[in-house]
């Protein structure tokens, strides 16, 4: 009865008449992900370009539909994985992304990585494994942003390239660094995707926002992996006027992360012939932002 329906629903794809229109849709709607595949073969089959277009529409609004779904599950999971996140952004662009692919990727840098680590290792010495893995064999490389494109801010396209800007290669670097136990995380410093490397007591005052200047090993720049001491990032960000007068770093959770992601995706579109992307994306943003 299902496929009796839905290709009945296909037979009225060229209903001149919205009203109609818009209840097919609806109606597709409730079939969801499943029903795409015959969206597709109605679209390979016909020459009218009024349904071709009708097609892609429904076909984008099922998957956004989906999306939003997806996003708000993550934000009401208990972890919140910054991985699952970024794959939530990556799938607005390329619904049909491999997961899979995505995740071998990144577990095959981790282990390259996690090859050459030890307990004895200083802080330093464990990032300069980090990084010669990351940045050397690996060879991602560091790029300006750049908001004529969004491949550099996507982390599957940034795997695939070896290519990203800061906010990119520092999500990378921070997935990675949970993987293999290494206190990394992203602090929050105006105009700036800023890396710390904290004590090793770090996991004991996760519960602290509002960290001390001395749980601060030294920075690490995201795009790069250089790293700068305490004293020269105070007098850097100082300089920029990027630091409040009590010069404190707040962690940026994984939430925050992937709101401040979408919403540089959102300036990635035009906002004259993709508004309605960037209205999307800016939905999400919203969607994410106001869960933290």
Same mark, same amino acid.
């Given at each position: 009865?299902?496929?009796a329906?839905?290709?009945?629903?296909?037979?009225l794809?060229?209903?001149? +008449?919205d &009203?109609?229109f818009?209840i097919?849709?609806?109606r597709?709607?409730?079939?969801g992900i499943p029903? /795409?595949?015959?969206?597709e073969a109605?679209?390979?089959n016909?020459?009218?370009?009024l =349904?071709?277009t009708r097609?892609?529409?429904?076909i984008?609004?099922i998957?956004?539909?989906?999306? &939003?779904? +997806?996003?708000?599950?993550? #934000?009401?999971?208990?972890e919140? %994985?910054?991985l &699952?996140g970024t /794959?939530l952004?990556?799938r607005y662009?390329?619904?049909?992304? %491999?997961v899979d692919?995505?995740k071998?990727t990144?577990a095959?840098?981790?282990?390259?990585?996690w @090859? &050459?680590?030890?307990?004895?290792?200083?802080?330093l010495?464990q990032?300069?494994i980090?990084?010669?893995t990351?940045?050397?064999?690996?060879?991602l490389?560091? @790029?300006?942003?750049?908001?004529?494109?969004?491949?550099?801010?996507l982390l599957?396209?940034?795997?695939?390239k070896?290519?990203?800007n *800061?906010l990119?290669n520092? $999500?990378l670097f921070?997935i990675l660094? %949970?993987?293999l136990?290494?206190?990394?995380?992203?602090?929050? =410093?105006p105009n700036?995707?800023l890396?710390a490397?904290?004590r =090793?007591?770090?996991?004991s $005052?996760l519960?602290?926002?509002?960290?001390?200047d001395?749980?601060?090993l030294?920075?690490i720049?995201?795009? %790069?992996?250089?790293?700068?001491?305490y004293? +020269?990032?105070?007098?850097y #960000? +100082?300089?920029?006027?990027?630091l409040?007068a009590?010069?404190?770093f707040?962690i940026?959770?994984?939430?925050?992360?992937i709101?401040h992601?979408?919403?540089?995706?959102?300036?990635?579109?035009? *906002?004259?012939?993709?508004?309605?992307r960037k209205?999307?994306?800016?939905y999400l943003a919203?969607?994410?932002?106001?869960?933290?």
């Open positions: 009865m299902k496929e329906e839905i290709q009945a629903l296909m037979h794809m060229d209903d001149p +008449d &009203e109609v818009s097919v849709t609806n597709l709607f409730d079939y029903v /795409i595949p015959h969206l109605l679209w390979e016909t020459d009218q370009a =349904v071709q097609i892609e529409d429904t984008h609004k998957q956004f539909n989906t999306l &939003e779904v +997806d996003v708000a599950t993550w #934000l009401h999971s208990e919140q %994985s910054l &699952e /794959i952004t990556a662009h390329f619904p049909d992304l %491999s692919n995505f071998d990144i095959k840098i981790r282990r390259m990585i @090859l &050459e680590l030890n307990d004895y290792l200083t802080p010495e990032l300069h980090f990084n010669s990351l940045y050397h064999f690996y060879k490389t560091g @790029l300006k942003y750049n908001y004529n494109g969004y491949d550099a801010f599957n396209k940034v795997l695939e070896r290519k990203g *800061a990119s520092g $999500i921070q660094a %949970s993987m136990d290494l206190p990394i995380r992203a602090v929050q =410093v700036h995707y890396l490397f904290f =090793v007591d770090f996991y $005052i519960g602290n926002e509002n960290l001390e001395q749980e601060i030294f920075f720049d995201a795009a %790069s992996g250089n790293t700068y001491s004293p +020269d990032m105070i007098k #960000l +100082d300089k920029v006027g990027c409040n009590k010069k404190e707040k940026l959770s994984n939430t925050a992360i709101a992601l979408f919403g540089e995706l959102a300036q990635c579109q035009n *906002a004259t012939t993709d508004f309605h209205n999307e994306l800016e919203r969607l994410v932002k106001n869960y933290i």
